[in-house]
């Protein structure tokens, strides 16, 4: 019993119309294949899918290539002529563009001015004076951004300067002075500072020389750390 007639049109199940073109297309691969072994042909096949993809056969022994040239030969007539002229025609039009910017360029710079009327120069230079104020701009922009840079650097540096002269004067200024801490309840008695004549006298121990001058205090002293005083600095005499 023969296989009945299948209507030729546009399957409209997607699905099924891509199973049907998967296996059509390999039937007629598998065609082309025994066309080229049982004939010696040269058989050249290019196929895209209602997808897009892309899927093509050629007999051994040649390409795709090849095969378009032949044809080409044959009918006498080239497929790349169409594309060359358009390839020919934008780069022609892409030369005429090239060279009016030259021109254009060199006008701007006061060159080539001959050619040009009245209306074209009076153009040329409101573009001239707009182009210049477009500079001037950026570069006031460009001074005024440095400026604040410079700016902080040197408030910067300048802090840093204080730190390391604030560092410095502390290491310059030594404390000196001396306690006793033998001293008894008394509490500042025992801590005196010397004039040049020393103890002269051989007075008691709570005797105090009449030239005695300013003394520091350290603050880590240990036995120094009564809260009636507010300061570390103190002054006798």
Request: aromatic residues 8%; glycine residues 12%; charged residues 25%.
């Amino acid at each position: 019993m023969g296989r009945g007639k299948i209507e030729i049109k546009r399957i409209e199940n997607a699905t099924n119309r891509q199973v049907t073109y998967s296996k059509r297309r390999t039937g007629i691969m598998k065609k082309a294949r025994e066309l080229t072994v049982l004939c010696d042909a040269q058989v050249a096949i290019i196929m895209f899918s209602s997808t897009g993809k892309y899927h093509e056969f050629c007999s051994p022994g040649t390409d795709i290539k090849t095969i378009f040239d032949r044809y080409q030969q044959a009918i006498g007539t080239s497929l790349w002529n169409e594309q060359y002229e358009n390839m020919q025609r934008t780069l022609s039009h892409l030369k005429d563009i090239n060279r009016n910017l030259r021109t254009e360029i060199r006008q701007r710079m006061g060159e080539d001015l001959d050619s040009l009327e009245f209306d074209d120069l009076r153009g040329l230079e409101q573009n001239v004076d707009a182009a210049l104020k477009e500079v001037r701009h950026r570069k006031y922009h460009v001074i005024s951004t440095q400026t604040e840079t410079y700016k902080k650097k040197v408030k910067h540096s300048y802090e840093a300067y204080k730190n390391l002269q604030q560092e410095l004067g502390m290491r310059e200024d030594p404390a000196f002075g001396f306690v006793d801490n033998t001293g008894g309840a008394g509490g500042w008695d025992g801590a005196v500072a010397l004039g040049g004549g020393g103890g002269g006298g051989g007075g008691s121990g709570s005797t105090v020389t009449a030239d005695m001058y300013a003394f520091r205090v350290v603050p880590s002293q240990p036995n120094l750390h009564g809260m009636a005083y507010g300061s570390h600095d103190l002054r006798l005499g």
